[in-house]
């Protein structure tokens, strides 16, 4: 289906994911603790968020905050660049779909550490404003290890590459500078877009089991080919994309 009346939502606005809970990967098994005040990790953790954050007012800066959006339609857009067509409601509606399902199938696995470690977040720690003044109240309240995005972002380059193989490494590319985008916000650390990683990555490899997930990846893929061969084009400044995602690219993580 892609009508979100059929498939419900998990929160206010956003799909129910393809995979029950009782299929979730268990981020708090599958993660170390994150590192420890005082510690040398901790140390190196916020040496590399600093490093980071130097980028905030910079064009790198400007496509991280445009990253922090996860609501559609606007967050259809974030790998179309990579893709290589535009991704909507109305041209692509199984592709829209996909990443709207897959994005609770990778974000709510994380809660279980996130409530866990309730590790705050170094807008917190070290009191700094963080790129989304608006949301920092929210945020406060909601652990920072793992990054949920950073799950979100790496599981939709995961399942892209799936969709769109040929496409893999601008994908991956564009994945990874999605997750590095929430410590060049202030948002999380280095640590946590790691951790965040991994579990998006479990999580796509727990919706292999999922048939309706399956059935609708093969959809996507016809969309994309359909929309390839005639000639759709992504909407956005994919070269100024590419060279923000160039300029922090042989930065860790």
């Given at each position: 289906?892609?009508?979100?009346?059929?498939?419900?939502?998990?929160?206010?606005?956003?799909?129910?994911?393809?995979?029950?809970?009782?299929?979730?990967?268990?981020?708090?098994?599958?993660?170390?603790?994150?590192?420890?005040?005082?510690?040398?990790?901790?140390?190196?953790?916020?040496?590399?968020?600093?490093?980071?954050?130097?980028?905030?007012?910079?064009?790198?800066?400007?496509?991280?905050?445009?990253?922090?959006?996860?609501?559609?339609?606007?967050?259809?857009?974030?790998?179309?660049?990579?893709?290589?067509?535009?991704?909507?409601?109305?041209?692509?509606?199984?592709?829209?779909?996909?990443?709207?399902?897959?994005?609770?199938?990778?974000?709510?696995?994380?809660?279980?550490?996130?409530?866990?470690?309730?590790?705050?977040?170094?807008?917190?720690a070290l009191d700094i404003p963080s790129c989304t003044p608006a949301e920092e109240a929210s945020l406060a309240r909601d652990g920072s290890y793992p990054s949920g995005h950073s799950a979100i972002g790496w599981a939709w380059a995961l399942v892209l590459t799936e969709v769109a193989p040929d496409r893999t490494d601008a994908l991956l590319q564009?994945?990874?500078?999605?997750?590095?985008?929430?410590?060049?916000?202030?948002?999380?650390?280095?640590?946590?877009?790691?951790?965040?990683?991994?579990?998006?990555?479990?999580?796509?490899?727990?919706?292999?089991?999922?048939?309706?997930?399956?059935?609708?990846?093969?959809?996507?893929?016809?969309?994309?080919?359909?929309?390839?061969?005639?000639?759709?084009?992504?909407?956005?400044?994919?070269?100024?994309?590419?060279?923000?995602?160039?300029?922090?690219?042989?930065?860790?993580?």
């Amino acid at each position: 289906p892609t009508n979100p009346t059929q498939i419900g939502d998990i929160w206010p606005g956003y799909l129910a994911p393809y995979l029950p809970e009782s299929a979730w990967p268990d981020s708090l098994a599958l993660l170390p603790a994150p590192p420890a005040p005082g510690s040398p990790a901790y140390a190196a953790d916020t040496a590399g968020f600093q490093a980071l954050a130097r980028w905030r007012d910079t064009p790198r800066g400007a496509l991280a905050i445009r990253d922090a959006e996860l609501h559609f339609p606007a967050a259809a857009q974030a790998f179309s660049c990579a893709l290589g067509i535009a991704v909507s409601e109305a041209a692509t509606p199984h592709l829209h779909t996909l990443l709207r399902r897959t994005l609770a199938d990778a974000a709510a696995p994380t809660y279980r550490a996130k409530t866990h470690y309730r590790r705050a977040r170094p807008f917190t720690a070290l009191d700094i404003p963080s790129c989304t003044p608006a949301e920092e109240a929210s945020l406060a309240r909601d652990g920072s290890y793992p990054s949920g995005h950073s799950a979100i972002g790496w599981a939709w380059a995961l399942v892209l590459t799936e969709v769109a193989p040929d496409r893999t490494d601008a994908l991956l590319q564009r994945g990874r500078a999605y997750t590095q985008s929430r410590a060049i916000c202030g948002v999380h650390w280095p640590s946590d877009v790691e951790a965040g990683r991994l579990v998006g990555a479990a999580a796509v490899a727990r919706l292999q089991s999922s048939p309706v997930y399956r059935a609708q990846r093969e959809a996507a893929r016809q969309e994309v080919a359909a929309s390839r061969a005639a000639g759709a084009r992504p909407a956005g400044d994919c070269a100024a994309e590419a060279a923000a995602i160039a300029s922090t690219a042989s930065m860790a993580p």
